[in-house]
């Protein structure tokens, strides 16, 4: 019986160990969430209507605003007049409008989630990482606003200072960065304490150094979960608004409007309703599920 | 069976003593709300007459100074907080025969009616359907209660009353199945079932997830699994070992989706015009009704910080290792 | 300490378990046979995924939604793997006991510790909740929990560790079973309390006469303990016997490594700990041949291609290696 050389052994053993290591935390999210059928989905078909929203608009016979003089009704769906979905009760082209409405909506649904972001970020990071009274004034703040009917405050702004697209989602996205915060200041409060920042520390980072190259990484998967959760909230929210009659101006439209538009003609031309509902009901569903997959795919317990 | 005295008495006195604490700081949230809503509606240019047909002045003379409008700001303010503490809301703006207390106690136990209804629907269909789906995971009852719940969330509110007026009121008009478009009538229960539907689907939905996700922890935990290894029946594991743990962040969702039930009734309550203090706030604020829209606002921010305080003290119920001494 | 060979409680039979991930299959455990008789204190030891605790969780059914197992399982002559969920919680707590590692989680913490104690008695013996309450604080005693009354309405976090797995072992012992299964009993807890809770169930095997298996990755509690031993590597064991046996005549090199890396206060102090090679087996991708070879010092081209099973060992146990004990440990 022959013995095999030891130190090959040792050294194959040592090998196989050193290959394990090679896969960041990044590409095994990125892998696991491909397999995510649902999240794959969703986000294909966001991208299509994110394109649709911001082409489609320049690739149709009809602009949104434009009425079809000679058809003053609403139509059904005809491809030799060019209105692919038909027109509204005025006569204005109804793809075009959910697709223009759609820009709309996506707009605000981005920007103030970034509002959101923003604000949420510096705050939960700030109150995680300096911790103490800080961290503690910086909460009872959070826990105050929480108590408040915000959504009440948005109303009141919007019908006090008009109906400004730039003051909405400032609005929407003030309400929406309680959750950001709280998030972001769990994270960072785990995070701080973990070993390895105790390392960089020993090592001689600076606090800012610190924050950036270990904490805001780690941070960010949290993040970016939470800001695909938050875009259909504030689309929810404008669409709300909109409702009430406190959204965009004329003749600028939002999915919002769409629906409250096509609910007023809803017996004669449930159409009107549909189209935009649909559009909207499904970017919602898509958001949600990518955003589920995301969670899933960053950390994953059996679910 | 022998209780442990002065631990027991210990722990109740401690909670009556957070109970006073919360309630005591919940104080002055409110007069914050209070006066940062009063400075923001007085501040800002229009007023709740200009909208209208010009009204001759010597009319508008006589409006402005019964509703103090003449009065410096200050004095304004006080007096409005004077009136609070005694029960008074002012008169209202709009509806000119009409004080704002009047109005509420109108429309806040309708509001309040569809709103306990709606949640207690959340939790009396939320609950089981989301520990069904949990227990058999990834079978096709979980997934369709995973499809229900999603739609419910994502579904607006408005787009849903819309549809089923649409459905019951409209198409299924003349069949057994019909139910009135809108309106309160007697307030009889046809006249319910659509708007407190409607109001509860985001809710049974989230409950739904909510319950399903802890479940699913829950029957991973190591004492479920010690409940499982002493040949305790299923069920009883299930309802006396696991389901406590599950219903946790229900409860303490319970204090935010007070917040979410009354934004929600002001879309219901416009849809199918019921005339709840939702609505009532969507008219004054689109009327500048100042004094009517402060009120509801003060109403509806008083009732959510009761209602998260009360959600804080079931929580400790729940949870024996909660402490009270020390928030 | 019995020298009379008594009747097995449990018999398992080629008993093997996988489970089904999103990244494949795992093979948990692979045909394990194993006996246990009354009275006898079986230790199993093995690293973290040597399968040791799976083995007993299939046998009393209670693996995880995705695991699954085949082979026999004999509980005075029946075999549990293929009885109904009803016959099993019969047997659960009743039968056979188990005893869990950390007794922090492994109670619930929003009951009683009386109310978990009765519950039991009131499930298996149908008694009332005054005589349940009787029971329970007996055996409360009878672990040595002192003024077992007022312990008796308290919550599981407001004792403390060792009090805890006394909990646990009197929540076992409840309704007289037939065996017990403590799987890390004192792993979580301080070296003291350790070698009390051992006493605790060193007295209790030997006045009840309850057959013990003692599952550990410590070889220390199963030198005090265990009468017979049977290691585990991969979900296969790999070598089985008498505990001195095994101790002093260990006949497969993960046996032996395993002692040697125990340090103990007599051993010539080299500077060095001793450690075995290598990682931890990958389950879902085994090795062909024996699955300790890329470890084992000792290894050879046929542990390569083929995989021993369990002969005669030097001593009256078995293991699974090529090798002779002199080769072993020379």
């Given at each position: 019986m022959t013995s095999i050389n030891l130190a090959s052994r040792h050294g194959e053993a040592l090998e196989t160990a050193a290959s394990v290591e090679g896969r960041s935390l990044w590409q095994d999210a990125w892998r696991r969430l491909l397999r995510n059928r649902a999240a794959v989905v969703s986000l294909i078909i966001l991208a299509v209507i994110g394109l649709l929203s911001v082409l489609g608009p320049y690739a149709l016979p009809w602009s949104y605003d434009e009425i079809d003089w000679d058809h003053i009704e609403a139509l059904p769906p005809s491809l030799e007049l060019g209105h692919y979905l038909g027109t509204d009760y005025v006569g204005r082209d109804l793809l075009a409008r959910t697709l223009v409405g759609g820009r709309v909506s996506l707009t605000v649904g981005i920007l103030a989630t970034a509002v959101a972001l923003i604000i949420g970020v510096t705050v939960g990071a700030v109150a995680g990482f300096v911790g103490g009274r800080v961290d503690q004034i910086l909460m009872r703040f959070v826990d105050l606003m929480y108590s408040v009917p915000l959504t009440f405050f948005v109303i009141i702004l919007m019908v006090l200072f008009g109906r400004n697209f730039i003051l909405m989602f400032l609005a929407i996205g003030c309400v929406e960065w309680l959750t950001m915060s709280r998030i972001v200041r769990g994270q960072t409060l785990s995070l701080r304490n973990k070993e390895f920042i105790e390392a960089a520390r020993a090592s001689g980072g600076t606090t800012a150094g610190i924050i950036w190259r270990h904490i805001v990484p780690n941070v960010l998967g949290v993040v970016i979960i939470y800001v695909t959760l938050t875009i259909p909230q504030v689309i929810l929210l404008e669409s709300f608004l909109s409702f009430l009659?406190?959204?965009?101006?004329?003749p600028l439209t939002s999915w919002g409007m769409l629906i409250n538009e096509g609910a007023a003609e809803m017996e004669i031309t449930p159409r009107t309703l549909f189209v935009p509902a649909v559009f909207m009901t499904v970017t919602l569903f898509c958001f949600n599920f990518l955003g589920d997959g995301i969670r899933d795919a960053l950390d994953p317990k059996d679910r | 069976m022998v209780k442990s005295g002065i631990h027991r008495l210990g722990r109740q006195g401690l909670m009556w003593s957070y109970l006073a604490r919360r309630l005591a700081m919940g104080i002055p949230t409110l007069w914050v709300i209070i006066t940062v809503c009063f400075f923001l509606m007085r501040l800002t240019p229009g007023g709740p007459f200009d909208s209208d047909a010009p009204v001759p002045p010597e009319v508008l003379a006589n409006l402005r100074a019964r509703y103090q409008l003449d009065d410096p700001l200050w004095h304004q303010y006080l007096s409005y907080l004077w009136n609070l503490l005694q029960g008074d809301f002012g008169p209202s703006f709009k509806y000119q025969d009409f004080t704002v207390t009047e109005l509420i106690a109108q429309g806040f136990p309708i509001s309040l009616q569809n709103g306990l209804s709606a949640l207690l629907l959340a939790v009396f269909i939320g609950v089981p359907m989301g520990v069904l789906a949990a227990l058999k995971q990834n079978s096709p009852r979980d997934y369709t209660v995973s499809a229900v719940a999603m739609t419910g969330i994502v579904i607006p509110n408005f787009v849903m009353g819309h549809i089923l007026i649409l459905v019951f009121g409209v198409w299924l008009k003349d069949t057994v199945f019909s139910l009135p478009a809108g309106g309160w009538g007697d307030g009889g229960l046809a006249y319910r079932v659509l708007p407190v539907i409607v109001l509860s689907l985001p809710f049974i939905a989230y409950v739904a997830r909510i319950s399903r996700g802890s479940m699913i922890e829950a029957m991973r935990t190591n004492y479920v699994r010690t409940a499982r290894a002493k040949g305790l029946p299923f069920r009883t594991v299930v309802m006396r070992h696991a389901m406590k743990a599950a219903m946790t962040p229900v409860v303490t969702y319970l204090g935010p989706a007070t917040a979410f039930i009354l934004t929600g009734s002001m879309v219901v309550e416009t849809i199918f015009q019921i005339p709840g203090i939702g609505r009532y706030f969507v008219q004054g604020a689109l009327n500048r009704d100042y004094t009517l829209v402060m009120g509801v606002t003060i109403l509806s921010a008083a009732l959510i910080i009761l209602m998260n305080l009360l959600v804080d003290v079931l929580y400790g119920v729940l949870d024996p290792k909660v402490r009270y001494d020390q928030h | 300490m019995i020298s009379v060979p008594s009747s097995p409680v449990l018999e398992i039979k080629n008993l093997s378990v996988q489970f089904a991930t999103p990244e494949g299959e795992v093979q948990?455990?692979?045909?394990v046979s194993l006996s246990v008789n009354k009275g006898e204190c079986l230790g199993i030891v093995g690293e973290s995924g040597s399968g040791k605790s799976q083995t007993f969780m299939a046998a009393l059914g209670l693996l995880a939604e995705n695991g699954t197992a085949q082979g026999e399982v004999l509980l005075n002559g029946v075999d549990l793997l293929k009885a109904g969920e009803r016959k099993l919680t019969a047997i659960r707590g009743n039968k056979i006991a188990l005893i869990f590692q950390d007794p922090m989680t492994s109670?619930?913490?929003?009951?009683?510790v009386g109310r978990q104690l009765t519950e039991v008695l009131m499930r298996h013996r149908g008694l009332n909740a005054t005589e349940a309450r009787d029971g329970a604080i007996a055996m409360l005693k009878r672990v040595q929990i002192p003024e077992p009354e007022r312990r008796?309405?308290?919550?599981?976090?407001?004792?403390s560790g060792g009090l805890r797995q006394r909990v646990m072992i009197a929540m076992a012992l409840l309704c007289g079973p037939d065996m017990v299964i403590a799987d890390e009993p004192t792993t979580a807890l301080d070296v003291t309390v350790q070698a009390q809770i051992l006493d605790l169930i060193r007295e209790v095997q030997d006045t009840l006469d309850t057959a013990v298996v003692l599952i550990t990755h410590d070889l220390g509690v199963v030198a005090g303990l265990a009468d017979r031993v049977a290691v585990m590597y991969a979900g296969r064991i790999v070598e089985q016997g008498g505990v001195r046996d095994i101790f002093y005549r260990p006949n497969h090199p993960y046996t032996r490594g395993l002692l040697e890396c125990t340090p103990s206060l007599d051993q010539v102090q080299t500077g060095k700990l001793l450690t075995i090679p290598g990682q931890p087996p990958d389950l879902q991708n085994l090795p062909p041949g024996c699955a300790f070879h890329p470890r084992c010092?000792?290894?050879?081209e046929r542990c390569l291609a083929e995989r021993p099973v369990l002969s005669a060992a030097s001593h009256n146990g078995q293991k699974a290696c090529f090798l002779s004990e002199g080769q072993v440990s020379p």
């Open positions: 009659g406190l959204g965009v101006q004329e | - | 948990a455990v692979s045909d109670l619930t913490p929003h009951m009683r008796f309405i308290m919550y599981p976090h407001e004792l010092v000792h290894s050879s």
